[in-house]
């Protein structure tokens, strides 16, 4: 059997993937992407103690157009403002969530007319779709009757969880006007009651096993 380039890589990728990591996009435009920088450590500890992941909880931060994206099975991605994704940056994100990576965007507040402009550009004959509160995901580990917990209040709008999916595989999940992030932080940032940090980081659990199972 003739074995090229990309059946190598393919295969080194899907190797890579069961492996439980987790990264931050850092990407460009000019927003905070580096916002939360606490919420994710905090996530992979939740998730260390009690879902029983071996997650590390020094997260590395990779960009949309190089090749080290491939290393992560759960890159998350957040911040308040602007997005831009180059044709490069676009065609390495599509071709890392087409191979078995998934990504998780949770706006921090003002980013929504940003990214999903740029989404367009990962995925110009697919869009988001709303996920009902009967999806997997939202009872995966911990219940969610409701479908996604509201965390912060930012415009007052309904928390909503949208979706890409790939041959019915869900690849890239958007949480809008909920804010899980900003829940994953240390108690004194935000000063959230001890129930809405426990929400959202069982809502992040929740995500982080059902991407590693599925």
């Known amino acids: ?30 927003g905070d992407w580096y916002a939360n920088p606490t919420s994710l ?27 080290d994206i491939f290393d992560y099975p759960f890159v998350h991605m957040t911040g308040h403002g602007n997005v831009y994704f180059s044709a490069e940056e676009a065609e390495n994100l599509r071709n890392y969530l087409m191979s078995g990576g998934f990504l998780h965007i949770d706006d921090n507040y003002g980013m929504d007319q940003y990214i999903r402009k740029e989404l367009v550009k990962i995925f110009p004959n ?20 409701q479908g996604m917990p509201k965390i912060h209040e930012h415009d007052g709008g309904r928390p909503q969880a949208f979706g890409i999916f790939v041959e019915d595989r869900l690849v890239l999940l958007y949480t809008f006007e909920t804010d899980l992030g900003d829940g994953w932080e240390n108690p004194e940032v935000h000063n959230d009651p001890q129930e809405v940090r426990l929400k959202a980081l069982q809502m992040g659990a929740n995500i982080i096993k059902y991407v590693f199972e599925n």
């Open 1 to 30: 059997m003739r074995i090229t380039f990309f059946s190598v890589f393919f295969l080194t990728f899907i190797g890579s993937i069961s492996a439980q990591e987790i990264a931050l996009l850092q990407y460009g435009g000019g």
């Open 41 to 67: 450590p905090n996530l992979a500890k939740f998730c260390n103690e009690h879902i029983d992941t071996a997650l590390k909880t020094k997260i590395p931060t990779v960009t949309p157009g190089n090749v």
């Open 126 to 145: 697919k869009e988001l779709k709303e996920l009902p509160a009967n999806f997997p995901l939202f009872s995966y580990f911990y219940n969610f009757p």
